[in-house]
């Protein structure tokens, strides 16, 4: 069996830019705040530096200059931390970028919890729940390679504001180039009876993981893929409800504002059904090794396993 490739979706990030140039996107030019290396965009600056401009660590200039540029018919993609693109910008996000619902793409890298050592001021888990906020703004959390780099080339095609969120540890690959990406649709990755999982991000893979371990248990997990948390496939969602009867949400997110309340509020009003959110807890986080840090918040397949297996009992 050939080893699973591990790949962060900031890499998919920056390859994406590069590969959307190369194939024509002559409209595409790419902000970032002093943080290329990191965020990935670096790729895309040594294959067309007359395209990438560094605003300096000035988020919310950056987002007025992002603003400017797609007024005069580019496409620009604004790239930092989560923390900085989502939260210190928030502002001029809305004002000169929701607004006046500008054609401006946000590439927000180093979300959640897994940012690891760096700890509880960079670990953002509030950018859903902001961006959701902004009206007309398209909300979406890849799962892995194939679907974040497609997700970049659905964001430069689509007019309006799309923040793109992105992780910073690698994640398995479990799409095939086959794959198609559609914003606003989600994907049936496992069928299942007993139980809806819902998850998006990293949690994707951790969730397909603790529906291996639930088959062997009996229990019949129908696995779901939100990577559009705004505009929501309230369709598909809502099928799965009714199939199953339980529903969980997993996301690397606080429980308030993000995935979760989105298909919360989607069943009550459409679908009443039973949901237990899987989350960050009104809570910060903290530093430490990513993985212990999902695993101590909860965000991993054996504790997504143990809440479906208490939720079917």
Do not use: W
Request: a negative charge; charged letters at 20%.
């Amino acid at each position: 069996m050939a080893d699973v490739k591990m790949i962060a979706t900031r890499e998919s990030y920056g390859n994406a830019l590069k590969e959307l140039a190369a194939d024509g996107a002559d409209k595409l030019v790419v902000l970032d705040a002093d943080l290329s290396a990191a965020t990935k965009t670096g790729i895309f600056k040594k294959a067309y530096p007359e395209r990438h401009i560094n605003c300096g660590i000035a988020e919310a200039n950056m987002m007025c200059v992002a603003a400017g540029l797609s007024t005069m018919g580019l496409v620009p993609f604004a790239s930092s931390f989560a923390m900085f693109a989502a939260g210190r910008a928030f502002e001029q996000v809305r004002n000169t970028i929701g607004y006046p619902h500008l054609n401006v793409k946000i590439g927000a890298t180093h979300a959640g919890i897994s940012v690891g050592e760096d700890g509880a001021s960079h670990q953002c888990c509030e950018d859903f729940a902001l961006m959701r906020a902004i009206p007309g703004m398209v909300v979406i959390c890849p799962a892995d390679d194939v679907e974040a780099r497609q997700a970049v080339k659905a964001a430069y095609h689509y007019n309006g504001p799309v923040y793109l969120r992105f992780g910073r540890l690698a994640v398995p690959v479990f799409h095939d180039e086959s794959y198609k990406f559609e914003i606003g649709k989600g994907e049936v990755i496992r069928e299942g009876n007993d139980v809806t999982i819902i998850a998006n991000g990293l949690l994707v893979n951790e969730a397909i993981e603790a529906g291996k371990a639930l088959e062997a248990k009996g229990i019949g997990a129908e696995i779901i893929n939100i990577a559009t948390i705004k505009p929501l496939d309230e369709e598909l969602i809502i099928a799965s409800a009714k199939k199953t009867g339980k529903v969980i949400t997993v996301e690397e997110h606080s429980v308030i504002g993000g995935l979760g309340e989105a298909v919360c509020s989607c069943l009550s009003e459409n679908c009443p059904t039973p949901v237990k959110r899987i989350g960050v807890y009104d809570e910060f986080g903290h530093s430490g090794p990513a993985l212990d840090l999902l695993k101590q918040f909860g965000l991993s397949a054996e504790n997504i396993e143990r809440v479906a297996t208490e939720f079917v009992k």
